[in-house]
């Protein structure tokens, strides 16, 4: 599509069922690299409760065809250039269709495509239709045969979803394997894998006591990084039996590993297919985070084996519906992982995660040109709705029912949810229902959140009155600063849950009694805030309380509420809330980092704020608070986070700013540092537990801090040794990062020692081989070697491969979304490198580039001096992109 016509919009209001169902569906695959051959008979029948048509057509795109049967005879269809017509169908009908697809020459990765000569598949949204002809629509759900015929040397594994029912010898050193799936299923769940791989197996009882085999399959030399895989697999099947009562439903469940993949995994029914990067671990490969990423992953792919596949989409638009409650399932499993499900503080922890990624990656995302509701009104590429909105903000919407309902309420809903809808295609109005049946309440207001787009503001003034002993808070709602388009209607106002808690003199937690309410209950209560403005009266409170607002970060909203300094601190030190505690401290860092940002914006002088650095030695003192928890206190607000607050967002001057505060810190605390290094070390064989990871964060957080002093030689010798000494990769890569910065800010190139050194030890280790890419791209350049010059240097590394979407997310996207400073440098080299590698992707890959083209999408936030070359390169991305994906994006933003 030429780039200056506008793609087709499909809108949610257009919906309509679809004329024909499709019952059944058996495939067969003669597969081949250049050229595999699918034949492809389905059972369709008129859909009685559509509107009738005469013809029947079918999507398939990239598909050589060779033949149409309709019940035994030729068939008269029209091939076009995105379809095959049938004509005058009957009322039911046995369709046989065959064509041609060429697996190799896919660099899409979207339907049948090769990577290190194995076959992989990928089918959401829409990538069935580049294997066969079909209605590829997720509220068509069929069961399907699948059989794989191929080379038995090069294809030894054959792999589809549901049973394997047969296999055996062909003739020519071929096999096959013929697999059923018991469970109707819409097409963007069929998957297929072929090649040589390895299988790590397990078999586990499920609560039901049926027997069933778990298999990790991967590359033969990986087989010995899937012991995590496999224990966060059997993790999830018990904790989805326990949370929700629900039981792995088919007798086998696979994993497939795969080098090439678009995102992070798929939930395949019975064959998730992932990205080896949530896949494979060992201690000196993997880090922490890494693990934990793992575990999070398979986690969510098989959770939506029900909220996805057992009940799935009716369409597109209602993506959230599967996405925001499995993302929202997820983080109940972690968070449970973490220190059972009744340990607050550890709990709180991976809350705190949520949400700083929500408020970094949602909440730009909903002020910028590309800003939706949870459920998406319209779009021209679905795959550009894969978002942070659908994503984590659907998950917050889906935590709210929980926050109103509590979790025997929420366990309600999810169960008449499941009763209701089992085996079908809903919608998130279905959900909604469900939720709200099943507890006798009326949501019709909440519906709201699934059709406003923009963040919520809550304002918050209170109000004390002594002699009553009363103490009224007032909240009002309002889309303050939500940009035009995200806000094309207002509909007025939102369901709000909305946490409380009253602090007393000595920072105890009050006992709280609404005015009307006959005795004082709970220390935090969840105010439901329904109108604009709403005034909340607590009674019998003896002194003037410091409110803790939004505890547990209730709803996905910004809070306004004008705290001093002084008691920001108080919330600080003493808030049970310790999501709040957290909070109070980002929000001290936050005031300060935009008032030196400011200043640096000015060319002013910068200064130490000392209330500030006594926090935060407060904090890393603190021996009550858990390692972990404290390195998250002590983090300070990113440089995007902070840019996204500022009116013109200046990324050299947040980075100036950041950069000056950290190194105030390290050089006030400098023998705390030291000590809580010394006091944090995880001696012995590495474990990945909260604990011991925890404990490294810290560690290495000190480790980073020391690294920034005037005088680096602690730092240097930490790490140093640190480095050599390492038996796993969170270590070693910390204190790598610590040497690179260090020898950045002494002038000295010991960093690129240690990067050789890392490089030679990991070679042979793609993933490895990725880190060791994303340090560079983020590393702090000088100006007599900008990170930029350093980037394309690595463009021409004989590792560097522009095809593998790993590698592009290690070095262009690392650069280009993780390194802010440099990436908008003021001579905007950092644009011109963002346009050649989105107009070079969109030609292979459109939607790795219509990712790496969204890195722009908010240019009408920055600095005038940096708009017009944003704007620029835009433009010249505009006259060269042809994908629908790139295209709707740049359109967005320049519109
Ligand atoms: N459902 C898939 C995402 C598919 C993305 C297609 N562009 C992974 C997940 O959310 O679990
Ligand atoms: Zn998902």
């Known amino acids: ?204 009882r499920t609560s039901s006591g049926a027997e069933k085999l778990l298999q990790v399959w991967v590359e033969p030399n990986d087989l010995n990084k899937t012991r995590h895989a496999m224990d966060s697999l059997i993790q999830s099947i018990r904790w989805d039996e326990t949370r929700f009562g629900l039981e792995l439903d088919l007798d086998r469940f696979m994993i497939v590993a795969v080098s090439d993949f678009n995102m992070g995994a798929m939930e395949n029914k019975g064959l998730n297919i992932f990205n080896t990067k949530f896949i494979l671990a060992n201690a000196e490969t993997a880090s922490d985070v890494d693990y934990a990423n793992i575990q999070a992953i398979v986690g969510h792919e098989y959770f939506h084996n029900w909220t996805g596949n057992r009940v799935t989409c009716r369409d597109w638009f209602q993506l959230s519906l599967k996405e925001g409650l499995t993302v929202f399932r997820d983080q109940e499993f972690t968070a449970a992982m973490m220190g059972g499900d009744e340990n607050a503080a550890a709990r709180a922890i991976k809350r705190i995660e949520d949400v700083r990624v929500l408020r970094q990656m949602q909440f730009g995302e909903d002020s910028g040109p590309m800003a939706h509701p949870i459920r998406p009104e319209s779009y021209a590429e679905i795959s550009n709705f894969y978002t942070a909105t659908v994503y984590r903000k659907g998950a917050e919407v889906v935590r709210m029912y929980q926050t109103l309902l509590g979790r025997d309420g929420f366990r309600k809903g999810m169960d008449l949810y499941f009763q209701r809808h089992d085996g079908s295609a809903a919608t998130c109005d279905d959900f909604r229902a469900a939720m709200a049946d099943a507890n006798g309440r009326d949501f019709s207001q909440f519906e709201r959140w699934y059709s406003q787009a923009g963040t919520p503001r809550v304002t918050v003034t209170t109000r004390y009155d002594a002699a009553a002993q009363r103490y009224s808070v007032t909240l009002t709602q309002s889309y303050g600063h939500a940009s035009a388009t995200a806000r094309p209607t207002q509909m007025g106002p939102l369901h709000i849950p909305f946490a409380i808690g009253l602090l007393g003199p000595l920072g105890v937690d009050m006992r709280l009694r609404l005015e009307g309410e006959s005795a004082a209950r709970e220390t935090t209560r969840v105010l439901e805030l329904t109108e604009t403005q709403q005034t909340f009266t607590f009674v019998d409170v003896t002194a003037k309380p410091l409110p803790s607002l939004l505890r547990n970060f209730s709803a996905p909203v910004i809070v306004e509420y004008d705290y001093s300094v002084d008691e920001l601190a108080v919330l600080l030190a003493h808030d049970s809330d310790p999501f709040n505690r957290w909070e ?91 000590a809580t290094y010394e006091d944090n070390l995880t001696p012995g064989a590495y474990e990945p537990t909260p604990n011991a990871s925890g404990r490294r964060g810290l560690k290495n957080l000190s480790l980073s801090y020391l690294a920034e002093l005037d005088d680096p030689a602690d730092a240097v010798r930490l790490a140093s040794a640190q480095y050599r000494g390492a038996n796993n990769m969170t270590d070693r890569s910390a204190a790598l990062v610590a040497l690179l910065n260090a020898s950045a800010s002494a002038g000295l190139d010991f960093g690129e020692h240690a990067l050789d050194d890392f490089y030679g030890r990991f070679e042979g280790d793609p993933l490895v081989v990725d880190k060791w890419f994303a340090f560079q791209a983020m590393q702090r350049g000088t100006s007599q070697r900008p990170t930029v010059e350093i980037v394309r240097a690595l463009m021409s590394h004989p590792a560097f491969n522009i095809r593998n979407p790993n590698r592009v997310r290690a070095l262009i996207f690392s650069f280009c979304g993780a390194n802010p400073a440099q990436f908008h440098a003021a001579d905007g080299s950092g644009y011109a490198f963002w346009a050649e590698q989105v107009v070079a992707l969109d030609a292979l890959n459109p939607q790795v580039a219509a990712r790496l083209a969204r890195m722009l999408e908010r240019w009408r936030a920055y600095m005038p001096s940096l708009r017009e070359p944003m704007r620029k390169a835009l433009t010249a991305v505009a006259e060269q992109v042809k994908s629908r994906d790139v295209v709707e994006i740049i359109h967005k933003a320049l519109a």
């Not at 048509?53 to 019940?71: C, P, W």
């Not at 076009?80 to 190799?104: H, I, N, Q, R, Y």
Request: hydrophobic residues 40%; negative net charge.
């Open 1 to 204: 599509m030429p780039s200056n016509e506008t793609p087709p919009i499909v809108r949610r209001t257009d919906y309509t069922p679809p004329s024909f169902l499709i019952d059944s569906v058996s495939l067969e695959f003669d597969l081949a690299p250049e050229q595999t051959t699918v034949r492809n008979t389905i059972r369709v029948r008129r859909n009685p409760e559509a509107v009738r048509e005469g013809s029947l057509e079918l999507v398939g795109e990239k598909l050589t065809f060779i033949s149409a049967v309709a019940d035994g005879a030729p068939a008269d269809v029209v091939v076009g250039e995105g379809s095959l017509t049938v004509k005058d169908v009957p009322d039911s009908v046995e369709l046989t269709l065959t064509g041609v697809c060429a697996p190799s020459a896919n660099t899409t990765m979207m339907g049948l495509y090769v990577s290190r000569g194995n076959f992989f598949t990928q089918c959401e949204a829409e990538g069935f239709r580049r294997i066969t002809w079909f209605l590829d629509r997720p509220d068509v759900m069929s069961t399907y045969t699948v059989t794989l015929r191929a080379d038995k040397v090069a294809y030894p594994v054959l792999l589809s979803n549901g049973n394997l029912v047969d296999q055996g010898e062909l003739a020519d050193g071929r096999h096959y394997a013929k697999w059923e799936d018991p469970f109707r299923k819409p097409a963007y769940l069929f998957a297929l894998v072929a090649g040589k791989l390895e299988a790590l197996e397990e078999r586990v």
């Open 584 to 674: 109070a401290g980002q929000c001290l860092a936050t005031r300060e980092l935009l008032s030196l940002a400011a200043r640096a914006a000015a060319s002013q002088h910068l200064e130490a704020n000392d209330a500030l650095i006594s926090s935060y030695r407060r904090v890393l003192t603190d021996a009550t608070l858990s390692p972990g928890f404290r390195e998250l206190m002590l983090v300070l607000p990113t440089e995007t986070y902070l840019a996204e607050l500022m009116t013109d967002a200046d990324p050299a001057a947040v980075h100036a700013a950041r950069q000056f505060l950290r190194k105030q810190l390290a050089t006030a605390l400098k023998e705390e540092w030291l």
